[in-house]
């Protein structure tokens, strides 16, 4: 049984963004033989989770659309965008937090904001293959990523501008970092000729010279345009959206010395600036939604249009008078497609599905049951440990937050909810037989006591979103379950 479409339909109930859950699930032989306190080697993930960003390619007569949701790469044509088709997926491994796609179309750049970075072979559109990964030793958080000709170009938070050799993209290999220093959180590159630009929290945008790829060299900074976001280049221009600052306009007709010509201090935090026909600019402010501008003076940018109505806006995706909008958090209908052709009265077009956040998991007799926030509560099925897939999903009625196991049935509470609900994991799926009402909001679906019932570790804010399931021990409530325990920082039990 294969893992259900992420899309599904453009018209079902939508699921919540954030976090992947990767279940790193051992082999129970091999489990049996290794020490009590030792995870096994071999391992099986679902990928399952909402949107953080999106890419869009187009070429010939194809119109596709790379997203990074959860753990997994997944490819849309979008030649219909109101009824976007999927194409195929794949699964990363680690979080895809930023994508970018290279100029042919074939690849496309993973990072997960944490230490690594991927490749993915989008070649056949319906079978994406992972290449190659680049690791970076300890948290050095590569964000932003441009490719051009061999060379994969990536903003680095504690480095600054990073170059990687992908001629062979089963093994990018290290080439060289730019030469500046950096104070703050580097966020984003964009490229422009043999210049890269680098926003930074403190330092502004930073141009570097990548003329000679192995010497990348700082030549110049426009310090002005600090709080940098994410920086969309378009001509002469480059498009700053800068937080809290609201956006930038530089002018970049002298590569080394942008000049500022235009600003706008917006009401909510920009994260994304795009270009839409018209000399018109789209800016996401995150809760504040997004707002249309008028910038035929630079200098004077007037609003002239938006809506909260819709979208908890991230990162934008422009298709002439219509956005795709990734809300990159914990909302619902994470993926939206808005027409701002008239900006005073935007219009919702279409949405893609994904899966929620996962919370929390707990193990039962061949399936672990997830806790998927609005995506309600998960059973996989891992009687092959190494290829967990979906079985069925069930909503409780709030985010699913909290799940365990007792006697056999599966518990699950929603947040800031009183209900514990009871589940059955029917080998169709999971379905709940009744509710109990506990008067108070349970901190924990996981039973203890002489049910000996092991269940779901609540998943700290410092872990990096991955579980493993380990054997125990003496540690365990009932001797020789298998328990969850959080992975966090890359150091887990």
Not at 9 to 15: I, P
Request: proline letters at 6%; aromatic letters at 6%.
């Amino acid at each position: 049984m294969k893992l259900p479409s992420v899309i599904r339909s453009f018209h079902v109930s939508a699921l919540q963004p954030m976090i992947l859950l990767g279940l790193l699930l051992a082999l129970s032989a091999a489990a049996n033989a290794m020490p009590t306190d030792t995870c096994p080697i071999s391992e099986g993930r679902w990928g399952g989770g909402p949107p953080n960003d999106a890419a869009r390619w187009t070429g010939g007569s194809e119109d596709l659309l790379a997203v990074g949701a959860g753990a997994e790469l997944v490819l849309f044509n979008i030649n219909t965008p109101t009824t976007p088709v999927e194409l195929g997926r794949v699964l990363i491994g680690h979080l895809a937090k930023s994508v970018a796609i290279s100029p042919d179309g074939k690849l496309v750049a993973v990072a997960d904001w944490f230490d690594n970075l991927s490749l993915v072979d989008i070649s056949q559109r319906s079978a994406p293959v992972l290449r190659g990964s680049y690791a970076w030793p300890g948290i050095q958080q590569p964000t932003g990523m441009a490719f051009k000709g061999n060379h994969l170009y990536v903003s680095v938070r504690t480095v600054g501008l990073a170059v990687l050799d992908i001629s062979d993209p089963s093994s990018p290999t290290f080439v060289a970092n730019s030469d500046g220093a950096v104070t703050d959180y580097v966020s984003d590159v964009a490229l422009r000729g043999d210049y890269a630009y680098l926003g930074q929290s403190a330092d502004g945008v930073q141009v570097v010279d990548i003329s000679d790829p192995s010497d990348p060299r700082v030549v110049g900074n426009h310090a002005a345009s600090a709080g940098v976001a994410k920086i969309d280049i378009v001509g002469n221009r480059a498009y700053v959206a800068r937080g809290s600052a609201g956006f930038s306009i530089l002018d970049l007709t002298s590569p080394i010395a942008p000049i500022l010509i235009g600003e706008f201090d917006t009401a909510g935090y920009a994260y994304d600036t795009v270009l839409l026909p018209g000399d018109r600019l789209a800016v996401s402010q995150g809760s504040g939604g997004i707002d249309i501008f008028d910038i035929s003076t630079p200098a004077t940018p007037v609003e002239v249009g938006g809506t909260t109505a819709f979208t908890v806006a991230g990162r934008l995706v422009a298709l002439d008078d219509r956005i795709f909008s990734v809300s990159g958090g914990d909302y619902v209908r994470p993926l939206r497609l808005i027409d701002f052709q008239t900006p005073t009265a935007p219009v919702e077009v279409g949405h893609v599905d994904f899966d929620g956040d996962s919370a929390t998991v707990s193990v039962g007799a061949g399936h672990v049951l997830v806790a998927n926030k609005t995506g309600g509560v998960v059973m996989l099925d891992s009687s092959n440990p190494v290829a967990p897939y979906e079985i069925g999903r069930v909503d409780i009625g709030r985010e699913a937050s909290r799940v365990g196991h007792v006697n056999g049935y599966g518990l699950a509470t929603g947040t800031n909810n009183k209900m514990i609900n009871v589940i059955d994991p029917q080998p169709t799926g999971p379905v709940v037989v009744t509710t109990i009402d506990r008067h108070e909001q349970p901190a924990d679906a996981a039973v203890a006591g002489r049910l000996g019932a092991c269940g779901a570790t609540r998943l700290e804010d410092c872990c990096v979103w991955q579980l493993r399931l380990c054997r125990l021990g003496q540690r365990s409530r009932s001797a020789g379950d298998r328990c969850i325990q959080p992975d966090c920082a890359g150091h887990g039990g």
